[in-house]
C-alpha cells in the first residue's frame, strides 16, 4: 500500500503588467509584477507617467502664481497644498497672517481631510467589492465640493490661499452650510462603519494584508494615517503645531496592527476628529482681515482702490510688473504640514529675486509608495488593490 | 540634546567635513562635503534624528555656495520634534556622493529621483535608475543650464511609426 501525498502544482513564473490603465490603480500607476500561480512574488513599480516638471515650472514663476499649480498635485484635496505653500512662502519672507485667516485655513484644511478620506476609503471599498460605502461616501463628497465652491469660486482648481492671507473672505452664513454638511458626515461615517466594520469579506479581504511595522514605517519614511496604523504616535498638527492647530481640541488616531484594516479605521476617525475641529473653528472664528497689509508689498491692494484710485493702481502695479514685486530674503524654508496622505511639506530656496530659486514637494504619495514592493510579496494578486487603496496613492502628486 | 549642542559634536568629531553651521528662520543647517555624508548622517542618526523626511538637491549654478551640487537632507528627530537640514556639497567635475540607502530605505526612491533629474550618482546604491522620465531620456531637467522650452528634448523623443498603413474604405 502507498500512501498517496499532494505534490506541489509546478506552473511557470508569470510577468503581468498591473496598468498604467488599470480601473484599479485610480492613476497611470504601472506595477510589472511576476507571479507565481496567483501569488506575487515581485513587484517592482514603474512611475512617471505624469511627470509634469511642477519643479522646474516653479522656478519660472512667481510666489502667488505657483499657488494655482500646487492644486495640481494632491487633486483630491487641493487646498492642504495651498495652504501648504502658502505656509513655507510665508516662513521664508517672514510673514505673519491674521488669526482669523489661519482659522479659515485650519476649517479648509479639515474640510478637505474629510473629503480626502471619505473618497479614500470609498475607493478601496467600490476596489473590494463594496459599493455602496463608495456612493455614501462619494455623495456627501460632492456637498463638501459645493462649500468649496462658494468659499473658493471652483470645486477643483481652488487657488485659494495667497502669500500672506487668502484670496477672499468666506461668505456670511458659511458656517450654517458648513456645520448641515457636518451633521451629514457623522452620520454618513457611521453608516459606512456599520456597513464595513463587522462585514466579514471586508474583514476578509483587510485584515493581516500588507502589514507595516513600526521599523519599518520609520525607515521608509511613512507618514499620516499609513504611520499611524503602524502604531507611530506622530501627528504634526499636534507635535509641531502650525497654523495655530495647538488652539483646538482634537484627538489623535492610532491603530498597531499596521494593516490594511487599521488604516481604514484609522482613516474613519480622523474623519471624526476633523469634523470636530471644523466645528471649533467655526466656533471661535475671530474677525479681522484675511490679508496682510498691501503697503508691505506682498498682497494686491482691494479691487476697490484698483479701480478707482491711483495710489491703489500704482501698489497694483508694484506688487504684479516683472522687475517689481516681492523681495524675499536670500534663504531656504522647509515647512512641513499634516496632509490627508502624510507630511507634505515645500522646501523653497530663494536667491531674493521674485521668482524662488527652486522649490521642491516632499510628495507623501511617493514615499509612501515606496514600500508597496516589499507589502505586496507574498500575498495574493486579489490583495494589490486592496493595497493601493490604502496607500491612497495619488498620481499628480507622486510624479508632479 | 539640543540640536545646537549635537551640531557642535559633530563639528568637533569631523572637523575636516563640516564645512559651515548657519541658521535661517529659526532652522539649523549643517554644511558638510559630499564624501562625508554618510559617517555624518551615522552619527546624527545615532544621536536621535531617526527620521529622512526628505531628500532634494540644489543646482547652486547662479545661486553660489561651497560646490555647483547641493544635496539637502531633512532630518527630524520623534523624540525632541526637532528638526534639522543637512546640506552636502559636491563639485561639478565629479558630482557623487554615498547613499544613505542602507540608514533609510526611503533614499531609495528619493536618490533615484535626484539622480533623474539632477545627474548626481550615490554610490553604493542597489538600483540606480531613472525613475520620473524614460530610461533613454539624455540630460537632466532640473540642473539650470538645461533649457526650460522643451524644444531640444521633444525633438529627441523616439517616434513610433504605424506598422500598419490605413486602408482606404471601399465603399
Known amino acids: ?400 | 540634546m539640543p540640536t545646537a549642542t549635537i551640531l557642535s559634536k559633530i563639528k568637533e568629531r569631523f572637523p575636516g567635513a563640516v564645512l559651515d553651521i548657519t541658521e535661517f528662520a529659526d532652522e539649523h543647517i549643517l554644511h558638510v562635503q559630499g564624501q562625508d555624508i554618510l559617517l555624518v548622517l551615522t552619527e546624527l542618526k545615532v544621536d536621535g534624528f531617526n527620521f529622512l523626511a526628505d531628500l532634494t538637491a540644489i543646482d547652486n549654478l547662479n545661486l553660489g555656495g561651497f560646490e555647483r551640487f547641493a544635496v539637502s537632507y531633512h532630518l527630524l528627530s520623534h523624540k525632541t520634534t526637532e528638526r534639522l537640514t543637512v546640506k552636502a556639497y559636491i563639485p561639478e567635475e565629479k558630482p557623487s556622493l554615498p547613499s544613505v540607502e542602507s540608514l533609510w530605505k526611503t533614499a531609495d526612491w528619493q536618490e533615484r529621483e535626484v539622480f533623474d533629474l539632477y545627474g548626481i550618482k550615490f554610490e553604493g546604491h542597489p538600483n540606480l535608475i531613472r525613475i520620473m522620465n524614460p530610461d533613454d531620456f539624455d540630460g537632466y531637467p532640473l540642473r539650470k543650464d538645461y533649457p526650460r522650452l522643451g524644444r531640444k528634448e521633444r525633438s529627441d523623443f523616439p517616434v513610433i511609426k504605424r506598422p500598419f498603413k490605413k486602408e482606404k474604405r471601399t465603399e
Open chain 1, 1 to 400: 500500500m502507498t500512501r498517496v501525498t499532494e505534490q506541489p502544482l509546478e506552473t511557470d513564473k508569470m510577468v503581468l503588467n498591473f496598468g498604467p490603465h488599470h480601473p484599479a490603480t485610480h492613476g497611470t500607476l504601472r506595477i510589472i509584477m511576476e507571479l507565481e500561480g496567483e501569488t506575487v512574488t515581485k513587484a517592482t513599480p514603474e512611475i512617471g507617467y505624469l511627470h509634469s516638471g511642477f519643479e522646474k515650472l516653479g522656478e519660472d514663476l512667481d510666489f502667488n502664481q505657483y499657488i494655482t499649480i500646487t492644486d495640481r498635485m494632491n487633486y483630491l484635496s487641493p487646498l492642504c497644498n495651498n495652504v501648504a505653500y502658502a505656509l513655507a512662502a510665508e516662513k521664508l519672507i517672514g510673514i505673519e497672517v491674521s488669526k482669523r485667516t489661519e482659522y479659515i485655513r485650519v476649517l479648509m484644511c479639515e474640510l478637505s481631510r474629510i473629503a480626502d478620506h471619505l473618497l479614500n476609503v470609498g475607493m478601496l471599498a467600490v476596489d473590494l467589492g463594496a459599493m455602496t460605502a463608495f456612493l455614501y461616501g462619494f455623495r456627501l463628497r460632492e456637498d463638501i465640493y459645493d462649500l468649496f465652491e462658494i468659499a473658493t469660486g471652483t470645486r477643483l482648481t481652488t487657488s485659494y490661499t495667497l502669500v500672506g492671507g487668502l484670496m477672499r473672505d468666506i461668505p456670511e452664513g458659511y458656517d450654517k452650510a458648513v456645520i448641515k454638511v457636518l451633521n451629514e458626515v457623522a452620520e454618513v461615517a457611521n453608516d459606512i462603519e456599520t456597513l464595513l466594520n463587522k462585514n466579514r469579506i471586508w474583514q476578509n479581504r483587510t485584515k493581516n494584508i500588507g502589514i507595516i511595522s513600526k521599523d519599518d514605517a520609520i525607515s521608509y519614511g511613512i507618514s499620516g494615517p499609513m504611520a499611524r496604523a503602524s502604531g507611530i504616535e506622530w501627528d504634526i498638527r499636534v507635535n509641531e503645531p502650525y497654523s495655530r492647530y495647538d488652539d483646538f481640541d482634537f484627538d489623535v488616531a492610532i491603530a498597531l496592527n499596521g494593516d490594511v484594516f487599521d488604516r481604514y479605521l484609522v482613516r474613519m476617525e480622523e474623519i471624526r476628529q476633523s469634523i470636530k475641529i471644523c466645528r471649533q473653528s467655526l466656533e471661535k472664528m475671530p474677525a479681522g482681515d484675511v490679508i496682510v497689509d498691501p503697503g508691505l508689498g506682498y498682497s494686491l491692494p482691494p479691487k476697490d482702490e484698483v479701480y478707482n484710485s491711483i495710489e491703489g493702481l500704482i501698489y497694483h502695479f508694484e506688487v504684479t510688473m516683472p522687475n517689481r514685486g516681492m523681495t524675499p530674503p536670500v534663504g531656504e524654508a522647509y515647512v512641513p504640514t499634516e496632509s490627508p496622505n502624510g507630511e507634505l511639506g515645500f522646501y523653497i530656496v530663494s536667491n531674493g529675486n521674485r521668482t524662488p530659486y527652486r522649490v521642491r514637494t516632499r510628495p507623501p504619495s511617493l514615499i509612501n509608495y515606496s514600500i508597496f514592493s516589499k507589502l505586496i510579496e507574498g500575498h495574493m494578486l486579489s490583495d494589490a488593490p486592496a493595497i493601493i487603496g490604502s496607500i491612497n496613492v495619488i498620481a499628480g502628486e507622486l510624479d508632479r
